[in-house]
């Protein structure tokens, strides 16, 4: 009984966890690196062979295309006009293909 306690309470603790925890971290840092030299690399060659300004001004708008579009998203998350079935009037759900009430295939669309 009294072995068996001194036994647990002696052990000796180490940092094993917060080094791993600190190793994976650089790991995502690195990764982001590499990420960041391929993509420069990549400007750098397309300025060589289209034109520094091009190449600027291409990355610019792929920048700004994504910026726009998450904020967008970010905006107005998936509500889109109200669609509405031709023959009966009847609000139906966007993805409706055919209005579930009377049938009829022909439908619009309003804001
Ligand atoms: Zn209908």
């Known amino acids: 009984m009294a072995e ?5 309470g002696g052990r000796p603790t180490d940092g094993c966890g917060t ?3 600190g190793a994976r971290i650089e790991m995502s840092e690195k990764r982001w690196w590499l990420i960041a030299v391929a993509a420069l690399l990549a400007v750098l060659m397309l300025a060589g062979s289209i034109g520094l300004a091009v190449s600027v001004g291409l ?3 792929v920048g ?3 910026l726009g579009h998450r904020f967008y998203r970010a905006r107005r998350p998936k509500k889109g006009p109200t669609v509405y079935c031709l023959g009966c ?3 139906l ?3 409706a293909r055919q209005c ?3 049938g009829s295939a022909s439908w619009s669309m309003k804001n």
């Not at 068996?4 to 647990?8: G, L, M, P, T, Y």
């Open 4 to 8: 068996e306690a001194e036994e647990s």
């Open 19 to 21: 080094v791993n925890r």
């Open 59 to 61: 990355a610019a708008a």
């Open 64 to 66: 700004a295309g994504i």
């Open 89 to 91: 009037g009847k609000i």
């Open 93 to 95: 759900p966007s993805t």
């Open 100 to 102: 579930k009430f009377c």
